[in-house]
């Protein structure tokens, strides 16, 4: 089972490090920590139907494309994705 402090990682430089789990918040959140090298590709077109995704850009910034609008996000910045 997840626990917070796991860290997954994948290609690219890709990182998680999982900081709740629902587990742990009686299934209100999971929180993680995602680091990307900044040349990798961006994450895969996905869907979650029954939960939103918040982020905040913790340094150097991210580059999204959110229902066909680009927007550059800089550290300090956060926006949610419904």
Same mark, same amino acid.
């Given at each position: 089972?997840?626990?917070?402090?796991?860290?997954?990682?994948?290609?690219?430089?890709?990182?998680?490090? &999982?900081?709740?789990?629902? /587990? #742990?918040?009686?299934?209100? %959140?999971?929180?993680?920590?995602? +680091?990307?090298? =900044?040349?990798?590709?961006?994450?895969?077109?996905? &869907?979650?139907?029954?939960? /939103? #995704?918040?982020?905040?850009? %913790?340094?150097?910034?991210?580059? +999204?494309?959110? =229902?066909?609008?680009?927007?550059?996000?800089?550290?300090?910045?956060?926006?949610?994705?419904?």
């Amino acid at each position: 089972m997840a626990h917070a402090g796991q860290v997954l990682e994948g290609p690219g430089g890709f990182r998680l490090r &999982l900081v709740r789990t629902g /587990a #742990e918040t009686d299934g209100e %959140l999971l929180e993680m920590e995602a +680091t990307y090298a =900044g040349t990798g590709a961006m994450p895969p077109e996905h &869907l979650h139907p029954n939960q /939103a #995704e918040r982020f905040e850009v %913790l340094e150097g910034a991210v580059q +999204t494309d959110l =229902g066909g609008v680009e927007r550059r996000y800089e550290a300090g910045e956060s926006f949610e994705v419904p």
